[in-house]
């Protein structure tokens, strides 16, 4: 397996903490990874993003000029990104936030999430990234339970001692991955 | 009737700043202070490296972009080249305290015709929330993960009260944006300090107590509360020369 | 009658304006702007006084006072 | 058994490797995209028992690096590519006066403030000296999280055993970028003690530590001394790390992030038939000239990959010497070039060679 | 009729040249051996209507260079080695912002504090860049207090014309040195208006100064600007001196002091019947390449003399490309190599070829 | 019995200083206080670019060489690796309040433990005679040769005045060799500045001011008396945080 | 008995021992030492208090004050 | 003519100030001169020397490792440059600060002035530089009276406003002359 992703949104959506997740995950699982953020003023209001690999053997180039999987949680990040995406990629899309999601006329699996409604349903309008996580993790699958388990712990226990937002955030998952698995 | 607007001397450019950064005020109040003295053309300012950065993008007048910490310097160069324009710096407190030090007090001693707009927001807001000479005691940075301590990293930096020793500047004064008050009290100082230049070919600078609600982690109402109630303790607002 | 007209797509939603508003105007919209951020409206425009306070500590220069 | 893995950022992992090295005395500035280094410092530091300082300027910090370095001490500090060039005149004491110390540059686009995305635009400057007077850096050219982990621990023992300055020479990919790292423990080798620091005078007679010599002729002598080292370096330290398979058509060379690129660039152009290889330097001062040397007489082409306008090819050029044609290929400025690209301009080459 | 001779050192023969070539502002910071330049400039800047300032050091002087010249005016700062290398952040924002100005390099020996006597040791920095970012000085050496002059002179107008800093590379000898100059009048050329600079927005839109490309795109496109002028100055810039007999067996090459002492040592040669040549690069960059490249391929040998380790060998070596041996002879620190001396080591090299 | 004689921790070697040069003086009272505080084993200095440059030369204690303006950070970074070591530094005018301005500042408002000379003789000697930032108006240098001009040159910097407005330092004193009066007041006060480093673990500053006849162009005894007359009315003697 | 021993070597005649001296017993000397320099001489040592003025200003540390 | 110097002294005697002079009067002549002087704290109470090349053709090296001529004002001078000295070349000492002139193996015309006695002999303790010139120009000639007038002239009215000192230089000079043409 090896996939290489775009994860992209505005600066407060979380899209680099869903990277590291994934990259943590996909290092607990045995795998190869690597993360790397954009960094810098740009951040600040603007659009933020971050490139994860995740390979079975060994990577080379970390740095993703054509990624497999693209995740956006905002306009200017599709059109920023979707015309890299490699033919027979998938476009996970927070369609709570990108009001146009274009036509494709190129091979490539579009999936699109209310992941903000569906966050703000969960009342935890922060784990928006959580739920385009999970449908992710539906879609392509390929993680196992205790390597996402294990992450959700590094994440909210040792990074920021709130053990307590580990259920919600595993819900939004959850959520995020039976909207995968039910085709969307 | 417009009561308040936005000076046109402020380009359409949405600011880089973060949610509630008072930086957006003092660039304000600058080009409001600009614009009432009718001296645009014949204005040119000095950019600082530090979150302002980029305030070409947002003031149209002439600007040049300065080293990190040497804007002093390069207003010289160009006050010396251009004596009948205003020039200015604007700066934060780890361009003009820290590596700008030398520059800082020399420019003052010399009494260089300039006016010196410094931004004491206690800590590096564009590198993401570093300890500054000003930060205060026990504040906890990125490099002051246990809180500033006097006994490893010293005291904060009074720029105002140590360059009022200098016999070079004409007028030295601490202002601060934290409060509607406040603000209309700096804008009336930051006019003066144009003026000692332009009416007296005078040095003047003005420290404007400014927040960095990023990288205070603070509400922006919160911080600026915080430079009114906590800051000003360290760094009294008042004309320290004049 | 006094009005303020506030820029929404320079509007960051810091909540400053609101905070010093004597009469305590303000609201965040739900609906964000092209930034991202979710900017602030007032929806009782009568009960303002005009003062211009908003538009004084508006770090983002979003507001407009009018005073008629 | 495998070793633990965290997943760490470059930044962290070269603050780690210093520590775990060693090194307890860290004097920098903030400047991004090294900025975790010195963060990582100020949370760890006081907690391994060192000393961590916010220097006043990039000039403060390497001093106070000449400082602690004449005292004894293994110390480092770490910037990104104006604070480096604020810090050649410090640089160039610290080898005149023959003081171990590490210093990273986690480059960025340049010249000027320029911007602070990754870029390979100070190869020159590491390599050359950017400062003034004759002198070398040992130059580490990591390229992986793991690699600024460990060739930041090697720095401190070269710089031990050569009594001279060693760079990290990283960008700003390789510092912000995460991978899983593991740390073996340091083994220090056995060096000769600092008999030469400025300790006090206790027990012997005084030491000095200076780089000033007023009669030419006792300066020129000091300048064969260290010059004497830089060949002991040539001699003995030279890192590189190669692929090139028999009958290479296309031999890319390439440091740091480049050469993680131009790893998949070969695979690529092998999977079309070509044979291409592959030659990173790890060592920028020493450079692997020899071995250069050796492969250019039979290699049919060497193309030079690298984030600038082109740099390290003159140094390959000058191992090359003609014997066969050296390409250039460089995107700068932050661009990052894709493996796409690279392997359009490859082949280019290779149809120029088939003709 | 003979113009009319003054009898100078170096020094003021460059401040003197640089006042009659319209420069009005000039700051300095004090260093050994180039105090003449500050001290002359103090005396005869206010006489001709501009200003010196000594600054409060060499980062200050950098500055106000570069702050003097965005507001368009003819500028100049001096230093010497160590000055120098803490000016290069400070060059590096000049040519970033494409600035013209001139700074002098009245070289010392290094590295370090090193020693004052004359050397040329920084070529790396001045031609390879010592500051960060892909980056290039036109680097002008002279080598007689005549040259001192005129070059500066020539330096004013091609700083303009190419919007770039000019480096004039002298050593202690040449800037302590007295002998005879003439002034003739300087014509400044048809030069574009500096309609960039800032001066007040009166009367058009407004001018920035400035170096920050945050977009990598935006910062390549402006290396790629860069880039072009510095090709354009390879094409049209190129200045050497030589005397090369046909069937010249040994070219000796070298700038600025040792270009000097080299012409005796090739009348010597000669007059122990060796055909030996001397080639002289004027412009360090852009380097006289193409022409060395040419006298390469038929030379038998070619003997590179500096006052410093070797440096501009490299150079020589990248044209020469193997066509012909490159062999080098230096002397450092101050120590000023003799003629005798060389003499002696072209013979060494002159009996390999006649074996 | 003798009752002055040439300090053992002196080497043998005859200074390079010129004539009737008070660096001499200087010295020699460093090396008695060393000696008589027996500290000379446990002793670090830091020599500057300056006419004290070969210092090492003289005083028989470990010494570095920092670069021009830098002895503070140098001193910073000997001090925080041997706590328990004697660090100081010995600097010139231009050294420590032109181009080390910042390190002066800084290492000052840290409070770093260290002892900080400060050889205050209003020019560059080692270079030949350039205004320093001590230069007095009027004075005549190789760089000022129409005299030091404020509305030019700016106005003299008052070092011990301007530091003494930071929390940092514990002991910031000025002292003259003019005279022998003075001299033997320079040796208490100086005392002082290494007492509290060694007994309050604190920074202290003693500013001294000494002769440059050479290029005054004066005679040594013309020099010390221009001290006493000329210089104190710019730089009084005193202490001025203790 | 007072005295005071002047090293001709390390004096470089700059006066500052004779313009001090409150008894004004220095002269300069006719011959130069090896550095080029005239060092100064007692001539009426038996005049000398002993008071060690002389060493304590003499920039070089020249003299040695004795009291015997 | 090419003539090549080392002049050398203390730092105290003027042995810059006469090398210049020859340099000027050189150039007045209308032969091409250069004038290089030691430089740096060195100089202060050690020695001082520069390096002084006159001649009819133009100057290669300026920097001058064989010294037709050497004048040396003392004896560290004499010691350190006298080796260097080519065959056949002039050595001018002066005997007043320099007690033991050596015994010389090789072909060189060695000349002693006793030049501080004579200055100070002339009340003009300060023109010793002076009489040794005087002697150096007896001995080689070549510089017309009317390029040492002139120089004369540089030297105290323009650079130093003394004209009043010309008389007694110009005096030094003389002196120095007729002991060379002596035979000293
Ligand atoms: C020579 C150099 N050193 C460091 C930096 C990195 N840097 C950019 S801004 C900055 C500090 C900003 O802090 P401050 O001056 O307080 O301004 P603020 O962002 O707080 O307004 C630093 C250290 C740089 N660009 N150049
Ligand atoms: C970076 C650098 N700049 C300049 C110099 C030249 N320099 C040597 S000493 C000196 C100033 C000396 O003046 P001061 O510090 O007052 O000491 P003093 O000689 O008067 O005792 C200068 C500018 C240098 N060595 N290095
Ligand atoms: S980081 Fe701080 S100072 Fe910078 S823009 Fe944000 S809030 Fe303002
Ligand atoms: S003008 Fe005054 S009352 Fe009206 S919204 Fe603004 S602050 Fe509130
Ligand atoms: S203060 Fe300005 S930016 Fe902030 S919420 Fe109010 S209108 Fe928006
Ligand atoms: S130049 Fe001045 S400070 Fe230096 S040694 Fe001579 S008299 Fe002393
Ligand atoms: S000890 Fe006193 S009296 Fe004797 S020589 Fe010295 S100063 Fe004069
Ligand atoms: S003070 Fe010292 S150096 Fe000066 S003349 Fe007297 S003994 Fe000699
Ligand atoms: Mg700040
Ligand atoms: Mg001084």
Redesign the interface.
């Known amino acids: 397996m090896k996939d290489r992703l775009i994860i992209s949104g505005f600066g407060g959506q979380g899209v680099m903490l869903l990277g590291q997740f994934l990259a943590y995950a996909g290092m607990l699982d045995g795998r190869r990874v690597s993360w790397i953020p954009s960094y810098g003023p740009e951040m600040r209001g603007g659009t933020a993003y971050c490139s994860v690999t995740i390979s079975d053997t060994s990577i080379a180039s970390p740095v993703i000029s054509r990624p497999d999987t693209l995740i956006v949680m905002n306009s200017p990040s599709l059109d920023r990104f979707l015309p890299a995406v490699r033919r027979y990629g998938i476009v996970v899309a927070n369609s709570s936030m990108i009001e146009h999601i274009p036509e494709l006329d190129r091979d490539i699996h579009l999936v699109s999430v209310p992941a903000q409604s569906i966050a703000e349903e969960l009342k935890a309008p922060k784990a928006s990234n959580m739920v385009m996580l999970g449908c992710y993790l539906g879609i392509r699958g390929g993680l196992s339970e205790k390597a996402v388990e294990a992450a959700l712990q590094k994440a909210f226990v040792d990074a920021v001692k709130r053990p307590d937002l580990i259920p919600i955030n595993r819900a939004a998952i959850e959520r995020g991955r039976e909207l995968a698995l039910a085709g969307n | 009737m417009r009561v308040f607007e936005r000076p046109k001397m402020l380009k359409d450019k949405v600011f880089h700043y973060c949610p509630g950064c008072t930086h957006g005020i003092v660039h304000r109040l600058v080009a409001e202070i600009i614009e009432e003295m009718e001296i645009r053309e014949r204005t040119v300012g000095v950019c600082p490296v530090g979150c302002a950065v980029l305030a070409y993008d947002y003031l149209d007048i002439d600007m040049q972009e300065a080293s990190h910490g040497r804007a002093p310097a390069v207003a010289t160069g160009i006050k010396r080249v251009l004596p009948d324009r205003v020039v200015f710096t604007y700066q934060g407190d780890g361009d003009l305290a820290a590596i700008g030090m030398t520059e800082t007090v020399h420019t003052a001693a010399r009494g260089e015709p300039l006016t010196v707009i410094f931004i004491n927001n206690a800590i590096y807001g564009m590198t993401n929330g570093q300890m500054a000479p000003t930060t205060l005691l026990g504040q906890r940075t990125q490099t002051t993960p246990y809180g500033r301590n006097a006994a490893k990293e010293g005291y904060p930096i009074k720029v105002c009260e140590m360059l009022a020793t200098l016999d070079g500047p004409s007028y030295i004064a601490r202002v601060s944006v934290g409060s509607y008050k406040s603000i209309l009290n700096a804008r009336k100082v930051l006019r003066e300090a144009f003026r000692r230049q332009i009416e007296e070919n005078a040095y003047a600078l003005v420290e404007v107590l400014s927040t960095c609600p990023t990288n205070w982690s603070m509400k922006p109402r919160d911080a600026m509360d915080w430079i009114e109630n906590e800051m000003q303790e360290t760094f009294p607002v008042g004309i320290f020369k004049e | 009658m006094?009005e303020v007209i506030i820029d929404r797509?320079?509007c960051?939603?810091?909540?400053?304006c609101a905070?010093?508003c004597p009469k305590q105007l303000f609201t965040l919209s739900d609906k964000?702007n092209s930034?991202?951020?979710y900017p602030v409206e007032i929806k009782e425009m009568e009960k303002c006084s005009?003062c211009?306070?908003c538009?004084?500590?508006?770090?983002?220069?979003a507001?407009?006072?009018?005073?008629? | 058994m495998k070793k633990k893995q965290v997943l760490m950022k470059g930044n962290e992992a070269m603050a780690e490797g210093a520590i775990m090295a060693g090194c307890r005395y860290f004097f920098g500035y903030p400047i991004t995209p090294q900025n975790e280094v010195p963060a990582h410092m100020a949370v760890s530091m006081p907690r391994a028992g060192g000393v961590f300082i916010q220097a006043e300027s990039e000039l403060a910090a390497i001093n106070m690096v000449y400082g602690a370095a004449g005292a004894g001490a293994r110390v480092m500090t770490s910037s990104s590519s104006p604070g480096i060039s604020l810090k050649q005149e410090g640089i160039s004491y610290l080898v005149g006066a023959e003081l171990p110390c590490v210093i990273a540059n986690i480059m960025r686009g340049g010249p000027g403030l320029g911007g602070i995305q990754p870029s390979q635009s100070d190869y020159y400057q590491a390599v050359k000296g950017g400062g003034h007077g004759d002198y070398r850096l040992i130059v580490l050219a990591p390229n992986s999280v793991q690699e600024m982990a460990d060739l930041t621990m090697l720095a401190f023992d070269l710089a031990d055993i050569y009594r001279n300055p060693v760079m990290i020479l990283g960008d700003g990919n390789l510092g912000q970028m995460m991978e899983p790292v593991s740390f073996c423990k340091f083994r220090k080798r056995k060096l000769p003690p600092k008999d030469w620091a400025t300790t006090g005078t206790a027990g012997r007679s005084r030491n000095i530590v200076k780089s000033l010599y007023l009669i030419p002729e006792q300066l020129e002598a000091h300048n064969r001394k260290l010059y004497r080292k830089f060949q002991t370096m040539k001699r003995c330290e030279v890192r590189f790390e190669e692929d090139i398979p028999e009958g290479c058509e296309l031999l890319l060379t390439a440091f740091g992030t480049t050469a993680r690129i131009c790893r998949d660039v070969v695979d690529k152009l092998r999977q079309r038939g070509h044979k291409a290889g592959l030659f990173r330097p790890i060592t920028l001062f020493p450079f692997p000239e020899e071995r250069i040397k050796e492969v250019s007489s039979w290699v049919k082409a060497v193309m030079t990959v690298e984030m600038n306008m082109g740099q390290m090819v003159d140094d390959v050029r000058l191992a090359v010497e003609g014997r066969c044609p050296v390409h250039f290929y460089g995107r700068t400025g932050g661009v990052v070039p894709s493996v796409e690209e690279i392997v359009h301009e490859a082949g280019k080459i290779l149809r120029g060679i088939k003709k």
Chains 1, 8 share one sequence.
Do not use: H, Q
């Open positions: 006094a797509e320079r960051k939603g810091c909540l400053l905070s010093f964000f930034s991202g951020y005009g211009a306070v538009a004084t500590v508006c770090p983002d220069v507001i407009t006072a009018v005073d008629r």
